[in-house]
């Protein structure tokens, strides 16, 4: 939280490198960009999201499985 894009996207490629195949990530964030691009980089990496919401006005949830 409170970091600006693509900050989020980045420590997101970065966390999801140190988990077992079948493990989830959990990213909170409150920057829009992220909304697009956190998802499209999960979906080209092959890494289902599993949860993706809102959870307050400009922030959101995404959590995404190590495929």
């Not at 997101?12 to 493990?23: E, H, N, R, Y």
């Not at 990530?25 to 499209?40: V, W």
């Given at each position: ?7 989020p996207?980045?420590e ?56």
């Amino acid at each position: 939280m409170g970091q600006v894009c693509p900050f989020p996207l980045v420590e997101a490629k970065q966390a999801i490198k140190s988990l077992d195949v079948g493990d989830e990530l959990i990213i909170d964030f409150d920057c829009t960009q992220g909304t697009d691009s956190i998802p499209h980089w999960a979906a080209a990496a092959g890494y289902p999201v599993t949860n993706f919401e809102q959870v307050g006005d400009a922030t959101w949830t995404i959590t995404v499985q190590k495929a």
